[in-house]
Nanobody
Framework: QVQLVESGGGLVQAGGSLRLSCAASGRSFSRYAMGWFRQGPGKEREFVAA??????????ADSVKGRFTISRDNAKNTVTVYLQMNSLKPEDTAVYFCAAEETVFSTNYYTKEGNYDFWGQGTQVTVSS
């Protein structure tokens, strides 16, 4: 069974940093493209960042480009995906979700919710002004 577990959320002041982690287990996750999405209060879930299974290609939403960095650590049976968030703003307040999608191409990444089959439960990030 596929499991994605996010951690690292919390309360931080504007301008601060947080690093989110997503531990993926249950399959050989090295051939999974991974992504981060978020859902703010009263908003729809939106794309934040994505990374190919090789780690060589990444994509970011314009709103986080230059502030957030996605990375991954591929192990044999467990993959961890990170989202380093710097220069946080109050508008970054949201529940952050990790997502995974199996792919046969090492360079594929996905930016749309519908591309992902597996999701974590989410971790709350709150940025105070």
């Amino acid at each position: 069974q596929v499991q994605l577990v996010e951690s690292g959320g919390g309360l931080v002041q504007a301008g601060g940093s947080l690093r989110l982690s997503c531990a993926a287990s249950g399959r050989s996750f090295s051939r999974y493209a991974m992504g981060w999405f978020r859902q703010g209060p009263g908003k729809e879930r939106e794309f934040v960042a994505a990374i190919s299974w090789s780690g060589g290609r990444t994509s970011y939403a314009d709103s986080v480009k230059g502030r957030f960095t996605i990375s991954r650590d591929n192990a044999k049976n467990t993959v961890t995906v990170y989202l380093q968030m710097n220069s946080l703003k109050p508008e970054d307040t949201a529940v952050y979700f990790c997502a995974a999608e199996e792919t046969v191409f090492s360079t594929n990444y996905y930016t749309k919710e519908g591309n992902y089959d597996f999701w974590g439960q989410g971790t709350q990030v709150t940025v105070s002004s």
